[in-house]
């Protein structure tokens, strides 16, 4: 790109700090009052406390959702990353017209909007019986997130040079010693990094699930069920929290998926 | 490849094959078929009824809401792109000349809000907007109005300003890769030639990343007009978009095969989008 000038460069710089207040605003203020007291419904700017962080540990309701939350996370990012390696292989393994529209297919949850897919899955589970629980939620996800899963991994596979494993098949390897010391370890960071990606996406998803879902909620739904009452403070100090948590794994995803100073510099 | 030249392997390779074709035809075909099936079923008083007609597609053309609706919610979140273009294209330039290290930490910052709870956000844009809001008393207080703004609280334009709030991200990151392509032996020797910056900018940058923002706007477009928990949390009465008429279907009117209908009205309406905006990008 083209050396800015210094009025260019400054210009760019205020609309650009605009926008982050767009986008961090809203978040500051509810962050800001969990660290201070609240009475009558009004943060006490003078009082500083922990009390909100207090009043979340008792707050049942809430950690349980997490847990589920947690749940469906794991298993959904577990789920889309063994079918998402075993895709990809089948994917490389030839190359018939009908790969392409299974590719396709794998990609459909990604780019049609989540309402659809929520109510197909919502019409598909009633019409074979399936009764809504974490389970439908669990579907829900990985058929959601598989997609991202799937797509990272048949990219690393691709340039995985197929000399690495007939060398592997040469020097006397079976095709599961193939696969467990050449090819899984050449799919680690990009495992790695879509396996967080994965599990923040499945993290906050909501739409999906407030349609698949039976009575067991995760936390985006309960908090949609409590937002019509009013949030209480221990809600701002959850709020904190899952924001620390997501910025540690949105840096572990990019550290993990962007490529490193090194290679930057080399292109 | 992997399994291939394996004799003893052909078992595992029959089984990953069903596997593969089987798993995403169970869990992604028959939901989205058996969806496109229901819209041709139809209900009446509570009852639904399993044989095909068209009825549930004459009511959408012919009831005097929906379509209104469809076209108001489309405008909306034309506005929601265009808002969002703007309002990305120079966090996307600054992000194309920063050095390589800051230009990832920046961009890291730009993605971080999309892992934030999104329901959170929505509820605390909808607390700063409010009559007794953030917003509001801030302008009382810096005595720029003398009554609390109501243009913002429970309407259309609340839905607009909290979309585009919610989906500027997505609008930098194609933005960004399409300036990030253009050669730079292009801007060299546009600068070498005499132009200025600007210049360069008009009739060199500009019409290059021209794709990047067709393709930007027709991703905020897409999931804007998908989003029915936004309208319904800031909408108020007055802001009824067309998926919240959806998601109503399955809630509280329970017409599962109207809804299911409407959806696969929304989805024409996104697949032209999508392809207006390919064809858009493959022109220049």
């Known amino acids: 790109m083209m050396k800015l000038s210094r009025f260019a460069y400054l210009a760019l710089s205020a609309l650009t700090a605009i926008v982050f207040i767009l986008l961090y605003g809203p978040l500051l203020v509810p962050i800001a009052s969990s660290f201070f007291e609240v009475a009558h419904g009004n943060v006490q700017w003078d009082m500083p406390s922990l009390s909100a962080y207090a009043a979340l540990v008792h707050n049942e309701g809430i950690i349980t959702a997490f847990l589920n939350t947690l749940i469906v996370g794991f298993c959904a990012t577990f789920l889309s990353m063994v079918l998402g390696i075993l895709f990809a292989i089948h994917y490389r393994n030839g190359t018939s017209p009908g790969r392409e529209l299974m590719q396709f297919v794998i990609f459909l949850p990604f780019l049609m909007p989540p309402i659809m897919i929520g109510l197909a899955l919502l019409i598909f589970f009633r019409e074979t019986d399936i009764s809504r629980s974490l389970l439908t939620v669990i579907i829900g996800h990985t058929v959601f997130v598989l997609a991202l899963a799937y797509r990272t991994i048949v990219v690393r596979l691709k340039s995985l040079s197929a000399s690495f494993i007939e060398a592997s098949y040469d020097l006397g390897a079976s095709s599961w010693q193939t696969f467990f010391y050449v090819v899984l370890p050449s799919l680690k960071s990009a495992l790695i990094g879509s396996a967080v990606l994965c599990f923040a996406l499945s993290f906050d998803e909501t739409m999906i699930t407030i349609l698949v879902t039976g009575t067991d909620n995760t936390l985006p739904i309960r908090l949609w069920a409590m937002m019509r009452l009013g949030f209480t403070p221990d809600i701002n100090a959850l709020l904190a929290l899952i924001l620390a948590l997501t910025t540690a794994m949105c840096i572990l995803a990019v550290r993990y998926l962007l490529p490193t100073e090194s290679a930057d510099n080399a292109a | ?284």
């Open chain 2, 1 to 284: 490849m992997l399994l291939v030249g394996d004799q003893h392997a052909r078992g595992w390779r029959f089984a990953l094959s069903t596997l593969a074709n089987g798993l995403p035809f169970v869990f992604i075909i028959a939901p989205l078929l058996s969806f496109v099936v229901y819209s041709f079923f139809w209900v009446e008083g509570g009852q639904m009824h399993f044989d095909l007609t068209l009825r549930n597609y004459t009511r959408f053309f012919t009831d005097a809401i929906f379509v209104p609706v469809l076209c108001q919610t489309c405008l909306l979140c034309l506005m929601v792109s265009v808002f969002a273009v703007l309002l990305g294209y120079p966090v996307a330039f600054l992000l194309a000349t920063l050095s390589a290290r800051r230009k990832y930490m920046l961009l890291m910052l730009v993605l971080v809000p999309l892992l934030m709870s999104y329901i959170i956000k929505i509820y605390a844009i909808r607390s700063i907007l409010g009559g007794n809001g953030f917003l509001n008393r801030f302008l009382l207080w810096a005595q720029l109005i003398d009554q609390p703004l109501t243009i913002f609280v429970f309407n259309l334009n609340a839905v607009l300003l909290t979309l585009t709030m919610l989906l500027i991200p997505f609008a930098i990151l194609p933005i960004f890769l399409s300036l990030e392509r253009i050669p730079k032996s292009l801007i060299e020797a546009s600068i070498d030639l005499g132009a200025s910056n600007w210049q360069t900018f008009c009739r060199v940058i500009l019409p290059l990343s021209l794709p990047g923002v067709v393709t930007a706007a027709s991703f905020v477009f897409v999931l804007a007009i998908g989003d029915f928990l936004t309208p319904q949390m800031v909408g108020g009465p007055s802001g009824f978009t067309f998926g919240r008429i959806i998601y109503s279907q399955f809630g509280s009117a329970f017409n599962w095969p109207f809804g299911a209908a409407l959806s696969v009205i929304l989805a024409l309406v996104m697949i032209v989008v999508i392809a207006l905006g390919n064809r858009f990008e493959r022109r220049t």
